[in-house]
């Protein structure tokens, strides 16, 4: 079974420029979620969709910061304009959720995409 | 609201050897999960073992167990029999009902495993 897959795995870009993170859940997870690692900060949540919806966005940054989800199975993270200090991994993870579990499902994390803005 | 607090920065252990990891949390729910999780040098984030509060038995993964004790909010992953290839950062998580489903995570503890 395939796990989550983010693309890419790297990517360098100039200052101002327009990012994209891409990121597919595992099948038949309802929860999608955006963390972000840098080693000021350790892992930070972003963003998480339920069922393609954002649940919560607090995390998010600025406004410079956007996600999406149009679909069960694809989720985007956009930077625009990056900045250096946007410059960490970011890893998409996804998660299921099934009455009487509880707080059980962990979370299956992608590799991530280690991003570098100069 | 929650919170996750390792306070080892890194821990170093033999070969073959045991070590515990500390984690504390803060909750007020009653109702919350614990994980941890082991990041390699390569950068993924790998689950390793999961404790639900209500759980009576402490949780076991192969050579991963979790020394909860809930009165004391700590959840401590012990490694036993450890290997090179557990040489990693090893994060605790918590997901309560007050946060839903998103997972909050402790600053992680560096694991140095020696010949």
């Known amino acids: 079974d395939a796990g989550v897959i983010q693309s890419p795995r790297h990517e360098v870009t100039e200052m101002g420029q327009e990012v994209t993170l891409r990121c597919k859940p595992i099948s038949g997870h309802d929860y999608l979620f955006w963390y972000r690692q840098t080693m000021m900060r350790g892992l930070e949540l972003l963003i998480y969709f339920n069922n393609n919806v954002p649940i919560d966005d607090s995390g998010m940054p600025e406004d410079r910061f956007s996600a999406k989800m149009p679909n069960a199975s694809f989720s985007t993270l956009k930077i625009q304009p990056s900045e250096p200090r946007d410059s960490a991994v970011y890893f998409c993870a996804s998660s299921s959720y099934r009455p009487g579990q509880g707080a059980g499902s962990p979370l299956h994390f992608g590799n991530g995409t280690r991003l570098t803005v100069t | 609201a929650q919170k996750i607090t390792q306070t080892q920065p890194g821990m170093f252990v033999q070969e073959k050897e045991a070590v515990t990891l500390d984690c504390t949390y803060d909750t007020s729910d009653q109702s919350y999960g614990l994980f941890w999780y082991k990041q390699p040098s390569s950068g993924e984030m790998i689950f390793l073992i999961y404790?639900?509060?209500?759980?009576?038995q402490n949780a076991t993964e192969g050579r991963y167990s979790l020394n909860f004790q809930k009165a004391r909010k700590s959840a401590n992953l012990v490694i036993s029999a450890s290997q090179l290839g557990d040489s990693a950062m090893y994060f605790c998580?918590?997901?309560?009902?007050?946060?839903?489903?998103?997972?909050?995570f402790g600053t992680g503890t560096r694991l140095l495993v020696s010949p």
């Open positions: 404790q639900g509060s209500y759980d009576e």
């Open positions: 998580a918590m997901r309560d009902h007050t946060g839903f489903q998103k997972l909050v």
